[in-house]
């Protein structure tokens, strides 16, 4: 890894999870938010978002952010991204929480020097594609959840303008996504960004009377609102209900993960609980559900992505509450709005390191998927097969520093590509936070663990070495030839304090 | 083994290759084209297994078109002789 790179400037190399928290402050000192002021009575609300934006004084070089709760139907990002461009502004560097396969129709800018740089938890589609054969100028930054709230505070991440979805406004900029035609729940990625832009504006199809409630963001950090006809497609944001998996394989991989998680020592009276909203990793919660109430344990909290799967758990008693960062379907927003007990957080609270303590620290167990993971633990959630971009950091390596009990699910291999291997493409999450590694294929406790490998072994449940189940994958497979890179940088992945645990290449075509 | 009608076996299904025969003229050699999901990862592994199955069955001249959807080595022999099997008019079985 170089010391220094054009575009992002020094990297600290990653040296272990603590090093840096350890300390307990953070050295980098912290930016001020802006501070603004208003005339009584004066009128934040703009004809259109072209309207707005142009009120905001967009310049060359400006960094703008946005959020990622429309997840799959999101359109605001392009529509923002095409006025900006139609205005002549160049060299946008583009902080999103994440960007997923509806922004691909942003392609276009980053060829044209709309876009130079990116910030983002996840990188998707044709972006991804794109990046990782090195369209853009500047290296793109892979952060946590909770590593972004870091950035922003740091001024590494410095957000001129923010453009904040909200399925519902009131003329002032009380904002939420938990009610309203496109309610798509939490907006606990946006709280950051409504502090700290030096503008905002936010954008929703639905203007209610003054006051909205709840207040997700609140009217003292807004400068404009703008109503809209739309802000995407409502079937993708406000649509359904996340499924159960019923991929044999993931629920067999989900029941050995409960069968685990039953005997590992951590599920007690007043656990919480994570899980991710991937096959496997979210069908462990149907388990856990069963066995919560054949042994009557009551949990404590349910925190995270959340889905209506989170909720049913919630009304039916067996967790007190949930905290909600992010919402993953918006059967969700109704919880949201109507129990007290269902409450929204912003990232900060959710997952920043640097703080007195986020929630991720108080996690009991958390289930995290992986699309690669290596013989240390190390998890790659970033890059796919080909070297691309294709997949998120998002709360992964957050949450698996906090939790008491972080199990990774996967398949041991996908088609014909190990998962289970040496050597990851791209670190994002490292070894030492994973405890346990569960595939259909074996169970392998991280050896560090020696206290949950022996409860594991009294009930019975037999572990595997993680080498030996590597070498087992590859003589079902063969041995996959490394994906072909060039020496040059792409992108970096920063973990959750800032310092650097992994750079990605520009792959060879 | 001599081939003797154009044949297939297996599918486009997600690690499932499909195996397409068609006899050649003598001394055309083996015209192979292969399309993988993994070309890049197992490529070279695809190409001596599909002439090694061919140097088996004794087969040097033959078109084949194979599209891989991730097979594992098991299935690509398995697709393979039941291909050549076919073409050949030599296969037993329920399907005959």
Redesign the interface.
């Known amino acids: 890894m170089p010391s220094e790179l054009i575009g992002i400037g020094k990297l600290e190399p990653f040296e272990g999870a603590f090093t840096k928290l350890k300390k307990g402050w953070m050295e980098e000192e912290t930016v001020p938010p802006p501070v603004k002021a208003k005339m009584p009575h004066s009128n934040k609300v703009c004809d259109s978002l072209r309207d707005a934006i142009i009120r905001s004084n967009p310049k060359d070089g400006m960094t703008v952010s946005f959020h990622h709760h429309l997840r799959g139907g999101d359109n605001l990002v392009f529509e923002a991204i095409k006025i900006l461009a139609e205005l002549g502004i160049k060299d946008i560097t583009l902080a999103a929480s994440s960007l997923t396969t509806a922004h691909d129709p942003i392609l276009p800018y980053f060829k044209d020097g709309t876009i130079t740089q990116i910030y983002a938890s996840g990188i998707r589609g044709e972006l991804g594609k794109a990046l990782a054969q090195g369209v853009m100028p500047k290296p793109f930054v892979i952060h946590s959840h909770g590593g972004r709230v870091r950035s922003v505070h740091t001024g590494k991440i410095k957000i001129d303008l923010a453009i904040l979805a909200a399925s519902s406004s009131d003329i002032e900029g009380n904002a939420t996504g938990a009610h309203g035609p496109s309610a798509f729940g939490s907006m606990g990625y946006a709280a950051i960004d409504s502090w700290y832009a030096k503008q905002v504006i936010v954008v929703t199809d639905n203007i209610v009377d003054y006051p909205c409630v709840p207040q997700s963001v609140t009217q003292n950090y807004i400068d404009y609102v703008v109503k809209v006809d739309s802000i995407g497609d409502p079937s993708k944001i406000a649509g359904g209900t996340t499924r159960i998996t019923k991929a044999p394989m993931d629920l067999q991989i989900a029941r050995l993960a409960a069968q685990v998680i039953e005997h590992s020592g951590e599920l007690e009276d007043g656990f919480s609980f994570q899980v991710g909203a991937g096959g496997a990793s979210l069908a462990v919660a149907k388990y856990i559900r069963k066995i919560m109430k054949q042994r009557t344990i009551k949990g404590s909290f349910i925190l995270g992505g959340v889905t209506s799967y989170g909720v049913d758990m919630l009304n039916e008693g067996l967790f007190r509450s949930i905290f909600d960062v992010q919402s993953f379907d918006a059967a969700v927003s109704t919880s949201l709005m109507d129990n007290p007990y269902h409450i929204e957080i912003p990232a900060g609270l959710y997952a920043n390191p640097f703080n007195c303590g986020c929630m991720t620290n108080k996690l009991d167990i958390v289930v995290l998927g992986a699309l690669e993971i290596d013989t240390n633990f190390n998890v790659n959630v970033i890059t796919g097969s080909e070297g691309y971009v294709r997949g998120a950091s998002g709360g992964h390596s957050d949450t698996a520093s906090g939790a008491n009990l972080t199990v990774v699910v996967c398949p041991s291999f996908r088609g014909r590509i190990p998962i289970v291997k040496e050597k990851v493409h791209t670190i994002v999450t490292p070894g030492e936070s994973i405890d346990v590694l569960v595939t259909e294929r074996g169970i392998c406790v991280n050896p560090q663990r020696k206290e949950l490998k022996q409860n594991l072994e009294k009930a019975g449940i037999v572990t595997k070495d993680i080498v030996d189940l590597a070498k087992e994958v590859e003589l079902i497979t063969g041995k996959a030839k490394p994906i072909e890179i060039l020496d040059r940088i792409v992108g970096v992945v920063e973990y959750r304090d800032g310092t650097v645990i992994d750079v990605i290449h520009q792959v060879k075509e | 083994m001599k081939l003797i009608t154009k044949a297939q076996a297996g599918s486009f299904e997600?690690?499932d290759v499909l195996i397409m025969v068609e006899p050649v003229v003598e001394g055309a050699g083996r015209i192979i084209e292969l399309k993988s999901?993994?070309m890049?990862?197992?490529?070279?592994?695809l190409l001596k297994q599909i002439n090694d199955g061919l140097d088996f069955y004794e087969i040097n001249d033959v078109r084949l078109i194979i599209n891989d959807?991730?097979?594992?080595?098991p299935t690509i022999s398995a697709r393979l002789e039941t291909a050549l099997k076919r073409a050949a008019q030599l296969q037993t079985g329920t399907l005959k």
């Open positions: 997600s690690s999901i993994v890049q990862q197992f490529g070279d592994d959807k991730g097979a594992l080595p």
